[in-house]
């Protein structure tokens, strides 16, 4: 099943996050993911948002984020991503085709 990951992100190094970013998607695309949004500047329509940046990505199951997010050429990346900005990451699961 599909699943979904977001992620809500407050800037604290700009330096460090770009590093990050500019490597990004060299290993984001071998593990099957899609980019499917990232916006420094999303529509707050209801309630207060204290980030600077959303990215939503999707992933054919579980299984393929995990392998992703837990990579040993993720993780080596990632120490930018978490030296750049606070984030909240959620993990969202689709819906089932109905049957």
């Known amino acids: 099943m599909t699943v979904y990951a977001i992620a809500q992100l407050k800037m604290t190094d700009r330096a460090a996050y770009d590093r990050y970013q500019a490597r ?14 990232a916006d420094e500047h999303p529509r707050v329509l209801e309630g207060a948002w204290p980030h600077d940046k959303l990215v939503m990505m999707s992933f054919p199951d579980e299984a393929a984020f995990f392998a992703f997010s837990n990579a040993p050429d993720y993780e080596d990346i990632s120490r930018d991503r978490k030296a750049g900005a606070q984030a909240t990451v959620l993990l969202v699961r689709g819906f089932a085709p109905a049957g």
């Open 24 to 37: 990004f998607f060299g290993v984001f695309k071998k593990y099957g993911g899609k980019l499917l949004a």
